[in-house]
């Protein structure tokens, strides 16, 4: 399914108000189009921008359907300060700040390598429980944002026009629709879900306790991707951006295929269906003493940069995944070592 292609900006850039800073914001602002590279296991768009002197390359990552974007930036202007863990980042014109964490790494030609935490585009509901994920709002919510503005955490803050996204995370709707093709499931279906798998939690876990080092899962690395059938069976297991060794994946999987259940995905007459999950090991061992585990997969809809979880490091980038793209060449960050 690798397919890269050149992806028009749909709308003129739109300045905006900067939150106040300590100084003023460096201004990174378009030097070419989005141009999208689509693989078997994400979708990714990806553009370079310019302050007049240097270059940096902004991506926005996403692996299912969903309201999660991840954003990964590469290059130069933008530099945390040292044994900084978050970043402040506001959506402009007008969204609301908060802090994000992120991780940080280098490139093995020497460019600095930055992975934000997920973020979620659309504002919540004024009252009750957030809704199913809504590609209708999701998208009226990216045709007004412009940009971001990041401050506390940078040596400077730094200032990104992007110019509307609603043409990007239109993309990124339709590519991750072909995903599910490829994996197999009925992306019709999926665009009329009524819920979808929930893991079905016991005392013990799917892993057993220590089986996986969480050190080496950061950065959203080493993602376990489960096929569930209408009857909440696991069909299939992928390990997407692995950091552990092979044999350590293998057992997961083969562990997730006999242990694991789900509550199955409901179509839109509430009727049960296959569907994809998508997570950390970590949420596939025994219980964590606080809570946290089950915040992971129920993120807060705020029209703010929202994490999915504890810091992770740096998610690993496809061999060559910006190559071709008009972006700024680099190479990937190495793999951590099991």
Same mark, same amino acid.
């Given at each position: 399914?690798?397919? *890269? ?12 108000? $900067? ?18 590279? !689509?693989?078997?296991? !994400?979708?990714?768009? *990806? ?12 991506? #926005? ?35 609301? +700040?908060?802090?994000?964490? !992120? ?16 973020? *979620? ?5 004024? $009252?009750? &429980? ?14 007004? *944002? ?23 995370? %239109? ?35 799917? #892993?057993?306790?220590?089986?996986? &080092? ?6 959203? $690395? ?17 390990? !997407? ?71 992770? $490091? ?9 190559? %071709? ?5 680099? +190479?990937? &960050? ?5």
């Amino acid at each position: 399914m690798k397919r *890269i292609h050149s992806l028009i900006a749909a709308a003129a850039i739109v300045a905006a108000p $900067a939150a106040q800073a300590q100084d003023a914001p460096i201004v990174f602002r378009p030097s070419g189009n989005w141009t999208a590279d !689509y693989g078997d296991d !994400y979708c990714r768009l *990806i553009r370079t921008f310019t302050d007049g002197t240097r270059e940096m390359s902004l991506a #926005l990552e996403r692996l299912q359907p969903g309201g999660l974007v991840r954003l990964i930036v590469v290059g130069e202007g933008m530099r945390p300060f040292r044994g900084a863990d978050q970043i402040t980042a506001q959506f402009l014109p007008s969204g609301t +700040s908060a802090k994000l964490g !992120y991780a940080r790494a280098e490139t093995t030609d020497g460019k600095s390598f930055v992975s934000f935490d997920p973020v *979620i585009l659309t504002a919540p509901p004024a $009252a009750g &429980p957030p809704p199913m994920y809504s590609r209708e709002r999701e998208q009226e919510a990216a045709r007004g *944002i412009t940009g971001f503005l990041l401050t506390e955490g940078l040596i400077s803050p730094v200032r990104v026009e992007t110019g509307s996204l609603g043409a990007a995370v %239109g993309a990124l709707q339709a590519c991750a629709d072909d995903l599910l093709t490829v994996w197999g499931l009925d992306a019709d279906k999926h665009k009329t879900m009524t819920a979808g798998p929930i893991l079905n939690f016991t005392p013990s876990g799917v #892993l057993p306790q220590g089986m996986v &080092p969480f050190s080496k899962l950061g950065g959203g $690395a080493n993602q376990v991707r489960l096929l569930i059938g209408a009857d909440g069976k696991v069909t299939a297991c992928t390990i !997407y951006t692995p950091s552990l060794n092979q044999s350590l994946n293998d057992r997961i999987c083969s562990l997730a295929r006999k242990r694991a259940s789900f509550q199955p995905a409901k179509d839109a007459g509430g009727q049960p269906m296959a569907s994809v999950w998508i997570g950390s090991p970590m949420v596939l061992g025994p219980p964590v003493g606080g809570g946290w585990r089950a915040a992971l997969w129920t993120p807060e809809q705020r029209q703010v940069p929202t994490p999915d979880g504890p810091p992770f $490091a740096h998610p690993i980038v496809p061999d060559n995944a910006f190559a %071709g793209s008009g972006a700024a060449a680099f +190479s990937p &960050p190495s793999p951590a070592t099991p």
